[in-house]
């Protein structure tokens, strides 16, 4: 396939899905396993703190108690007790929910799919942070979305300018990661949550709010999620996932909405992957219903945010005089801002010619996107291997790569 149009003598396809062309950011990630590479780039989590003799114990354990069940078939919604685990979750973060208010999904990119199906159409605009998650984008263009960027500072989606955005541009919905966004960190204030809230209830529009990192904080307090909001009980669409705080492996995710739309998401679902899998979801209820959540997560924390220091702490070293960066409050992703006229987009070839590679920011942007950005992860490499990424970096920016 060439520019989107398949080789001669194939078949045709679905015309704008083959425009959709490859991602640079997968050829990247790609890059990032090649031996004595020292990745920044990868969004996955630490593959040395998964529990896996707890997640092993469950699933023998659920084999052995309930294996007829286990592989056969299930609903299209998900295991009852698993959405009625998820729903006391929830409850607990601030969204009044049970299981009827739930469905699961293999994983929360499939949720953003069948929203992407059901809730936008050909032309629909999305409003969105800018930057923002780079996957949500590819899954809402496969049911023709318009992407308009909302201006955003340090605290995330300005109510103002999302108002304003509203007005102009008549969007379907709202996409936000509002607790330690990916790519930039940022996390979105109790104070502003609530005037975003204040904007969304005034007008006909659709929150999809996106949530797998809030389990991944650093400080003790969390944020309610936007969807809380009781205004927004009949226009809000919450994903999450087990990805970040158990294993991406498994493929759980969930969408938390009113249920004329879970009816519909549900009936999608079907035609489209029937079911998510059965033994993957029993295992996981299995090892919840069998292990404190927080108490797994504390020391996954204290090792994240030790890698995260010393990424942060060491960038001040590693980027070029007048550069700025974040010390996020959780989450995987530092943002990081080169002075001009310096490139990220340039600077990379050199990286990977050094033994280090990053994601240039630009990939993330709806609109103008900004050359001298980038996004680091610290959360999948360990703090000795970080210390050598960012000697690395020193030698891209000092003498190696050329303005």
């Known amino acids: 396939m060439v520019n989107g149009v398949l080789r001669s003598g194939v078949p045709p396809v679905n015309a704008r899905v083959a ?34 003799a707890g997640v092993a114990r469950s699933y023998a354990e659920v084999l052995a108690a309930e294996g007829p069940r286990a592989l056969q078939y299930s609903s299209t919604e998900g295991e009852p007790e698993l959405r009625a685990r998820i729903g006391a979750f929830l409850t607990a973060k601030g969204i009044w929910s049970t299981a009827e208010d739930i469905i699961i999904t293999s994983g929360s990119q ?20 800018n930057p923002t998650f780079v996957s949500a984008l590819q899954a809402f263009a496969l049911g023709g979305a318009q992407f308009r960027a909302v201006e955003t500072d340090e605290h995330g989606m300005v109510p103002e300018a999302l108002e304003a955005a509203i007005v102009r541009h008549s969007p379907r919905a709202v996409y936000t ?70 294993a991406p492996g498994l493929r759980i995710g969930w969408i938390r909405g009113p249920q004329e739309i ?6 999608t679902k079907q035609g489209m992957s029937l079911q998510t899998s059965t033994i993957d979801q029993l295992a996981a209820l299995h090892w919840w ?89 610290f959360v999948s490499t360990s703090v000795e291997r970080i210390e050598e990424g960012i000697e690395r970096l020193h030698a891209v920016f000092t003498h190696d790569y050329q303005i």
């Open 19 to 52: 425009s959709l062309g490859g991602s640079p950011i997968r050829e990247l990630l790609r890059i990032s396993t090649s031996p004595g590479m020292i990745s920044f780039a990868s969004g996955s989590p630490a593959n040395e703190l998964f529990d896996v």
């Open 110 to 129: 499939q949720g953003l799919g069948l929203i992407g199906q059901v809730v936008l159409e050909e032309g629909a605009v999305v409003l969105t942070e």
């Open 177 to 246: 990661i509002p607790t330690f966004q990916n790519p930039t960190g940022v996390t979105t204030p109790r104070e502003r949550r609530n005037e975003l809230a204040d904007v969304l209830a005034r007008h006909d529009v659709w929150l999809i709010e996106d949530d797998p990192y809030s389990e991944i904080r650093f400080r003790a307090e969390p944020h309610s999620p936007i969807a809380s909001d009781p205004r927004l009980a009949g226009k809000s669409l919450y994903l999450g996932t087990l990805s970040k705080i158990l």
């Open 262 to 267: 879970l009816d519909v998401l549900t009936t």
């Open 289 to 377: 219903e069998h292990n404190d959540l927080e108490e797994k997560l504390d020391p996954v924390r204290a090792e994240y945010m030790r890698r995260r220091d010393t990424m942060v702490d060491g960038l001040a070293h590693a980027l070029p005089e007048g550069s700025t960066f974040n010390r996020p409050d959780g989450g995987m992703f530092v943002w990081a801002s080169l002075p001009e006229p310096y490139d990220a987009n340039h600077a990379l070839s050199v990286a990977i010619a050094d033994g280090v590679v990053y994601i240039p920011g630009s990939h993330f942007y709806v609109a103008d996107p900004v050359p001298g950005t980038l996004r680091l992860s």
